[in-house]
């Protein structure tokens, strides 16, 4: 019997519907963090006298805010991603386990 529930869950549109957009929403944020989490190494590795920059002629250094705009676009990034999940993806989620029974 179970095995005929997950066939049937399987093949619902529904199912695939959710798949895809989640699986697209999750390699498409996680493709956004990549390209800043690796732009901003590469400029380290690549650029340090840029984030080595003094930001008002103090001590403090552009490469700073810059670090915790990497750290806080993955937070934004994780929070974007949990609102779809909660919303969304939970709807297409409650829909699907109705038609299963």
């Known amino acids: 019997m179970r095995n005929d529930i997950q066939a049937r869950i399987r ?3 529904k199912f ?13 944020l996680s493709a956004i963090m990549l390209v800043i989490y690796f732009g901003f190494i590469l ?3 690549f650029a340090p006298q840029t984030l080595g920059t003094s930001l008002s002629g103090g001590i403090t250094t ?3 805010p810059i670090g915790v705009g990497v750290i806080l676009s993955a937070i934004v990034l994780t929070g974007v991603y ?3 999940a909660n919303g969304e ?3 297409l989620n409650r829909q699907l386990i109705e038609e299963s029974k």
């Open 11 to 13: 093949e619902n549109p």
């Open 43 to 45: 400029i380290i590795a």
């Open 16 to 28: 695939l519907e959710l798949r895809s957009k989640r699986n697209a929403l999750a390699f498409g």
């Open 89 to 91: 993806f939970d709807e």
């Open 82 to 84: 949990v609102r779809r």
């Open 62 to 64: 552009i490469g700073f």
